[in-house]
C-alpha cells in the first residue's frame, strides 16, 4: 500500500507514456517537481504537443455547443474552413507525394505543380536525419545537417522534404501539422508540405521551397545533402 | 533559382483574401471561431507541457477556451483575448495540478507562464528543449530518461538495457528527474 516515492513516480511516467490519463494522488514536493519535468519531457516525445485532428473536433463541437447564442451552421465548419485556406495545398502535397515516390535515382522529374527545384549539392551524401519511429504519420518537423535545414514530412506514410528555410529572406519555417502547412515567422507567408506557396503578403510571390531527396534506409530518414 | 509557377495551378488565396484575415488576425476577433482558430493549437501545447498527458490537455485547452469566451464579450481585440486566455490557462493549471496531486504551489509554478505562451510552436520545439535538458545531466540520469521518454522503452526494458532491476530502474529514473528539476528553469527559456 505505502509506496515510495519512485514508485508512485513511476506510475504516473507510465501512465504518461502509455497515452493514459495519470491517477490522482496526492504528491509531496519532491515527487512534484519530478512529475513537472516529466510533463514537460513526455510533451517533448516527437509529435507529441501536437493535438490531433479528432481532439480539435472535439473541442470545437463543445465550444459551439456551449457558445449557444452563436448557433453553428454545422459541426465540422472548422475543419471545411480549413480545407478551404489549404485547398491549394491538397493538389500540390498530392504532386509531391507522387514525385517522392520516385527519389532514389539521380534525376528527379520535376512535375508542373510540385514544389522548388531539386537540391543536388557538388559532394553530396546520404546523412540520417531522424528514425522513422519519430516522425508519426502526419508530422512534419525540422531538421537540421548543420549545412542545410530541411523539413521532412510523413504524409500519409510518405516521406519527402523541403528546405526548411523561407525562400523570401531567410526566416526559419515552423511546421504547423494542424493544417498542414509550413508558416514563415516573418512575414505571414505559408508553404505547403510540398514546398509550394500557399499564399503570402508580399509585394511578389517567393518562390517555393527548394525539395531535398530523402530516402528511408534501416529505419532511419536519410538526406541527401552535404 | 526557381521555377515560377504556372498561374494556371492550384493557386493561394487571392491577395485580397489574405489581407483582410490577416488584418483581422491583427486586429479584433469578430466571433468565437476566429478565436478558436487561431488559439486553439498553442492552448493545447501549452497545457501538453504542463500536464504531460493528451487527455488532460484536451480537457483543459478546452476549459480554457469556453472559460474565456464564456466571460469575454466580442468583437474584441486580440491582444486583449490572448491576455485573458494565458491568464485563464494559468488559472485552469494551477487547478488541475492542485486538485488532481494536491500541489498547493501550483500557482506560482504556473504564474511563470509567459504571456506569448500562446503562439503555436513547431513541434521540434518541445523536443529540442528535451535534447538540452537531457545534454545537462550526469550520464546514467541521462540514459535513463533517454531510453524513458525519447526511446520509448518501458521500465523493464531500460532496466535490462542498463543491466539494472526494475526497483533499482525507477529509482535512477526518480532521481534523474528531480536532478533535471534543478535545471529546468534554465532550459525554459
Not at chain 1, 535515382?105 to 528514425?131: C, F, H, I, N, Y
Not at chain 2, 515560377?4 to 489581407?19: K, N
Request: proline letters at 6%; aromatic letters at 6%.
Amino acid at each position: 500500500m505505502s509506496k515510495s516515492p519512485a514508485e508512485r513516480v513511476g506510475a504516473f511516467v507510465d501512465d504518461l507514456l502509455r497515452g493514459r490519463r495519470p491517477r490522482r494522488f496526492a504528491a509531496k514536493e519532491d515527487e512534484l517537481e519530478a512529475m513537472r519535468v516529466a510533463a514537460g519531457l513526455a510533451a517533448g516525445r516527437v509529435g507529441a504537443d501536437l493535438p490531433s485532428k479528432e481532439a480539435l473536433d472535439r473541442i470545437h463541437q463543445e465550444l459551439a455547443r456551449q457558445m449557444d447564442d452563436s448557433p453553428i451552421l454545422e459541426p465540422r465548419f472548422s475543419r471545411r474552413a480549413w480545407l478551404r485556406t489549404v485547398s491549394a495545398a491538397a493538389a500540390a502535397v498530392v504532386a509531391g507525394v507522387v514525385i517522392d515516390q520516385v527519389v532514389g535515382g539521380s534525376e528527379v522529374p520535376l512535375g508542373a505543380t510540385a514544389g522548388g527545384p531539386v537540391l543536388m549539392p557538388d559532394k553530396g551524401q546520404w546523412r540520417p536525419v531522424a528514425a522513422l519511429s519519430d516522425l508519426p504519420e502526419g508530422h512534419a518537423r525540422a531538421v537540421s545537417t548543420g549545412s542545410v535545414e530541411a523539413v521532412i514530412v510523413n504524409d500519409s506514410g510518405n516521406i519527402h522534404a523541403v528546405s526548411g528555410i523561407c525562400t523570401h529572406l531567410g526566416c526559419r519555417l515552423v511546421p504547423d501539422d494542424a493544417l498542414p502547412k509550413l508558416n514563415c515567422p516573418c512575414h505571414q507567408t505559408a508553404f505547403a508540405w510540398s514546398g509550394k506557396v500557399l499564399y503570402y503578403r508580399l509585394k511578389q510571390e517567393p518562390a517555393d521551397l527548394p525539395r531535398i531527396q530523402s530516402r528511408l534506409r534501416d529505419g532511419q530518414i536519410e538526406l541527401y545533402v552535404v | 533559382m526557381t521555377d515560377v509557377p504556372s498561374s494556371s495551378e492550384a493557386t493561394p488565396p487571392g491577395r485580397e483574401e489574405v489581407a483582410r484575415g490577416a488584418h483581422e488576425a491583427a486586429e479584433v476577433y469578430a466571433d468565437w471561431e476566429s478565436v478558436y482558430r487561431d488559439n486553439v493549437v498553442g492552448i493545447y501545447q501549452l497545457a501538453m507541457r504542463r500536464v504531460g498527458s493528451s487527455a488532460d490537455a484536451e480537457d483543459l485547452a478546452q476549459e480554457v477556451l469556453i472559460r474565456t469566451l464564456k466571460t469575454l464579450r466580442l468583437p474584441a481585440p486580440v491582444h486583449n483575448v490572448r491576455a485573458y486566455l494565458v491568464k485563464t490557462a494559468r488559472t485552469v493549471l494551477a487547478d488541475h495540478w492542485r486538485r488532481h496531486y494536491g500541489d498547493q504551489a501550483a500557482i506560482t509554478e504556473v504564474a511563470l507562464v509567459p504571456a506569448e505562451a500562446l503562439s503555436a510552436t513547431p513541434n521540434g520545439v518541445a523536443a529540442d528543449r528535451a535534447q538540452r535538458l537531457l545534454g545537462l545531466l550526469p550520464d546514467r540520469f541521462h540514459r535513463i530518461l533517454e531510453l524513458r521518454f525519447l526511446r520509448g522503452y518501458s521500465i523493464r526494458e531500460a532496466a535490462r538495457e542498463m543491466g539494472l532491476t526494475e526497483v533499482n530502474a525507477r529509482v535512477l529514473q526518480f532521481r534523474a528527474l528531480r536532478k533535471a528539476a534543478e535545471f529546468e528553469t534554465e532550459v525554459l527559456e
